[in-house]
């Protein structure tokens, strides 16, 4: 980075967007009933901001870039470049009759899309997204975010187990199976940025990565983790891919051999959320790439600033998945399996233990 444009950093211990709120309200006056109504507008924020992220991505963004990628024109009708389809389709989803299959397991039917997407949106609450832009900074803030979002595979399995209907079992069956194997890589891959860290804590990771790599007089290069080890970034990228279910690993869905997998029997509000959790899941993805291997809301210029380049790597991630889902085709579910038990498993424990050998040699 360039000398004239001072790289901002995240410092460790500054005040969380809670206590921020509540400072500038004066809710902090109040005790715990001004703490917790201070915590609920932080998380208010927050979950908005992705809401509004995941609103504009999958209506309208997705087409877009599709069309794109395959010279077609895509959404153009409705507002400037087409963006009024983002209300079009939620008045049209969401005004349609929620239709209920004869046979369903009521009570798992009804959980499995709330489930899915709010297993996504907890994971953002200890991601650093700026200078006092995070909700919680627990010392086992990567355990956690990790944790929460491997719920959303419990409730693709009640979804396809509750809907009484083969292909969705079949969805659900391979949901899990391919969670199970691209998970356990994901998590040993991320080990391995603890190890660089020295912590699992979310904000010193992102200050780890603060110093400079590279030092050549006019430019800084950062100690951005997906520099130094740029085999676990490939690693984690591949492995990401595939928990959230993005070609070429989308055998979960695959429209053209078990129609929608475990989503086949659900409409209107029910689909919404569980479209809802997939986009969510992409974002909380790019989101922890951003965090761990890409400095974070690090970046040029001044601190509040910060927000502003973390939201641009969580959308560059976005994008690589789009093109990934135009241009990669899907992989049978016994390649995919392979490919994470065999390729991917393997490799991330090599990786691990390389990184260790490297940093002890080193310290």
């Given amino acids: 980075m360039s000398r004239g444009a001072p790289e901002m950093v995240l410092q460790v211990g500054e005040p969380m967007l809670p206590e921020r709120i509540g400072d500038l309200t004066g809710l902090g006056e109040f005790g715990v009933a001004g703490e917790l109504i201070a915590a609920f507008l932080a998380a208010f924020i927050v979950g908005n901001l992705m809401l509004a992220m995941t609103g504009l991505a999958g209506p309208w963004a997705k087409r877009k870039i599709t069309a794109a990628f395959t010279d077609r024109i895509a959404v153009n009708q409705i507002g400037p470049a087409g963006v009024g389809i983002i209300v079009a389709d939620a008045v049209r989803l969401l005004s349609k009759e929620n239709i209920i299959p004869e046979n369903v397991d009521r009570p798992a039917y009804d959980v499995a899309p709330i489930v899915v997407a709010s297993s996504a949106m907890l994971g953002f609450a200890v991601i650093p997204m700026g200078t006092g832009i995070q909700l919680a900074d627990p010392e086992v803030g990567l355990a956690f975010v990790f944790a929460v979002s491997g719920i959303a595979s419990l409730g693709l399995v009640m979804a396809g187990y509750a809907s009484s209907n083969k292909y969705s079992l079949l969805g659900g069956l391979r949901a899990v199976a391919q969670?199970?194997?691209?998970?356990?890589?994901?998590?040993?891959?991320?080990?391995?940025?603890?190890?660089?860290?020295?912590?699992?804590?979310?904000?010193?990771?992102?200050?780890?990565?603060?110093?400079?790599?590279?030092?050549?007089?006019?430019?800084?290069?950062?100690?951005?983790?997906?520099?130094?080890?740029?085999?676990?970034?490939?690693?984690?990228?591949?492995?990401?891919?595939?928990?959230?279910?993005?070609?070429?690993?989308?055998?979960?869905?695959?429209?053209?051999?078990?129609?929608?997998?475990?989503?086949t029997e659900y409409s209107s509000v029910y689909f919404v959320l569980i479209y809802l959790g997939e986009f969510l899941h992409i974002f909380l993805g790019g989101a922890i790439i951003a965090t761990i291997f890409l400095g974070g809301p690090a970046g040029p210029g001044p601190a509040f600033l910060g927000i502003v380049w973390f939201l641009l790597k969580i959308w560059g991630v976005f994008m690589m998945t789009q093109w990934l889902r135009s241009a990669v085709p899907r992989v049978r579910i016994d390649q995919l399996i392979e490919i994470g038990w065999k390729g991917l498993l393997v490799l991330s424990f090599a990786n691990l233990l390389l990184t260790a050998i490297i940093v002890g040699l080193i310290a």
């Fill in 179 to 263: 969670n199970v194997a691209y998970e356990i890589p994901l998590v040993v891959t991320g080990m391995s940025v603890v190890i660089f860290a020295g912590s699992l804590q979310m904000s010193t990771i992102v200050e780890a990565q603060s110093q400079a790599l590279i030092d050549l007089g006019v430019v800084s290069i950062p100690q951005w983790y997906a520099l130094v080890n740029p085999f676990a970034f490939v690693l984690f990228l591949v492995a990401n891919f595939a928990e959230v279910g993005r070609n070429p690993f989308d055998t979960p869905e695959a429209p053209t051999e078990i129609v929608a997998g475990y989503q």
